[in-house]
Nanobody, 111 residues
Framework: QVQLVESGGGLVQPGGSLRLSCAAS??????MGWYRQAPGKQRELVAT???????VYADSVKGRFTISRDNAKNTVFLQMNSLKPEDTAVYYC???????WGKGTQVTVSS
């Protein structure tokens, strides 16, 4: 049984940082992705990482966000720096191109 559990969200001021974690069980060595969904908007891809560590980022987060993984702990991370109000959303972890999703963690960027 695949289970994805996100953590690390919260309220942060513009320019601040947060680190999200996604603990995965029941699945290993797959490409993983972080998505986000803002109120009234469609869910969008933020970043992906292969089991070998190759990464892809949405243009809107390039240079600010970093996706990484610890294969030994089956955990994927999203380091978010220089946060902007438009980064406010629920962030979801996903086994890329599958229907396996976490429940999400809220990130709010506001002064």
């Amino acid at each position: 049984q695949v289970q994805l559990v996100e953590s690390g969200g919260g309220l942060v001021q513009p320019g601040g940082s947060l680190r999200l974690s996604c603990a995965a069980s029941g699945i290993i060595f797959r490409t993983m992705g972080w998505y986000r969904q803002a109120p009234g908007k469609q869910r969008e891809l933020v970043a992906t990482i292969t089991s070998a560590g190759s990464t892809v980022y949405a243009d809107s987060v390039k240079g600010r966000f970093t996706i990484s993984r610890d294969n030994a702990k089956n955990t994927v991370f999203l380091q978010m720096n220089s946060l902007k109000p438009e980064d406010t959303a629920v962030y979801y972890c996903n086994v890329y191109l599958t229907s396996y999703w976490g429940k999400g963690t809220q990130v709010t960027v506001s002064s």
